[in-house]
C-alpha cells in the first residue's frame, strides 16, 4: 500500500515529500489492533487506525520526526519509531520513500520482534564465549 504526502511549498521550505509504503506486516498489525478494539468499541477502533494513518501521512513530509531505534538498542540501525497514543509505528526512511514496517502496542517488547535476528546472532557470540 502507497500513500503520497502532498509538501505546502512556501518560500521556506521546498521539499518534496515522499512516498509512503505500508509493508504488510505493518497493514496486518493494523487489522489486528482494529479487531482488537473493535470487539469492545468499533467505533474507537475506526478513529485509532485514522489516527495512526494521520500520524504516518505525516511522515511523507517529517521522515525524521520519530526518534532513532539505535537510542533504545545497542544496535546501529537506520530504524525510526513514532509513538502514536499506546502504539509504535516502525519505520525507515529509504531513498524516496518511508517504509512503515511494524505498527505495534508500546507494552509489547517491540525491540526484541524488530531486532530477533540480531539478538539471537549476539546471544550465540555471548554464548560461544
Known amino acids: ?48 487506525i485514522h489516527t495512526i494513518y494521520s500520524s504516518i501521512e505525516k511522515l511523507a513530509e517529517f521522515p525524521k520526526i520519530g526518534a532513532s531505534l539505535s537510542s533504545k538498542i545497542e544496535i546501529k540501525t537506520d530504524y525510526r519509531y513514532l509513538v502514536c497514543g499506546s502504539y509504535i509505528v516502525i519505520y525507515k526512511a529509504e531513498g524516496d520513500f518511508v517504509s512503515v514496517y511494524r505498527v505495534l502496542n508500546g507494552m509489547r517488547n517491540y525491540l526484541s520482534i524488530i531486532f530477533a535476528d540480531e539478538l539471537s546472532k549476539a546471544a550465540a557470540r555471548i554464548y560461544m564465549l
Not at 503520497?4 to 515529500?17: E, I, K, M, Y
Not at 504488510?24 to 469492545?40: G, H, T, W
Open 1 to 48: 500500500m502507497e500513500r503520497t504526502g502532498r509538501s505546502q511549498n512556501s518560500p521556506r521550505d521546498l521539499r518534496v515529500a515522499l512516498k509512503i509504503r505500508i509493508n504488510p506486516a505493518a497493514v496486518a498489525d493494523l487489522i489486528e489492533i482494529k479487531n482488537y478494539v473493535a470487539q469492545d468499541n468499533p467505533e474507537a477502533a475506526s478513529r485509532l
